[in-house]
Every structure is written in C-alpha cells, then in structure tokens.
C-alpha cells in the first residue's frame, strides 16, 4: 500500500514540475493522493481548464513533459472534444511513469 502512495506522490510531483513555468508556481500544484486514479479525476479537471483558458501555456507544458506529438495528434484531431482532458492526463501520467522508471534504472545502474 506505501509503495503505491509513493508512485502517486512521484507521479504528482514529476508532473507538478513539468507545468511549472519560468519561476512561477506550477499550473498542476501537487496534493496528497491516496491512488493514481484519484490525482488521474484532479489532473484531469485541471487540464480541462488548461484546454479552455490557458491553451498555450497548455501546449508548451505538453512539450516539455515530452507526450508523443504523434498521440497528442490524434487526440486533438477527433470530433469529439468532451474526452480530451481524461485522455491527455492518461497520456501525461504514462509520460510521466516512464520518466520515473528510466531515471530509477539510470539511478541503480542499470542503463
């Protein structure tokens, strides 16, 4: 149970850091979570007022978190605009998990 609060905590974090812009606070401000599915409902509110008022600040975020341009494509390009905040926090959270485990892997040595 403690190792999944604290992939949720690293998740939260990682991603906190990569909305963060210039030296102002981040647009995605960390909490306590108990599980992922908990911060994926909070990411996604977030990011669906990200998508309507803040959409540059939005997009450069998507750039530096480093999500598949070619995902983010056919996210955007789909008629239906309603999923869109739930699918990118999928996204994000899956950017984010990998970045997590590489720079574990990189950290014991084994890359």
Known sequence: ?????TKVTDVAQTISKDFTIG??????P???FQSLEE????????L??????????????????????????????????DYIPAALADLIIERSI?????RQKYKNGEL
Do not use: W
């Not at 030296?23 to 995605?28: K, R, V, Y």
């Not at 540059?56 to 983010?72: F, G, Q, T």
């Open 48 to 81: 669906a007022y990200l998508l309507d008022n803040k959409y540059n600040k939005l997009i450069n975020a998507l750039y530096r978190i480093d999500v598949s341009e070619e995902k983010l494509g056919e996210l955007f390009s789909g008629s239906n605009r």
């Open 23 to 28: 030296d102002s606070d981040s647009l995605i």
């Open 39 to 46: 911060f994926r409902s909070y990411l996604t509110e977030k």
């Open 98 to 102: 990998q970045k997590i485990r590489f």
């Open 1 to 5: 149970m403690e190792d999944d609060k």
């Open 30 to 32: 960390t909490a306590d």
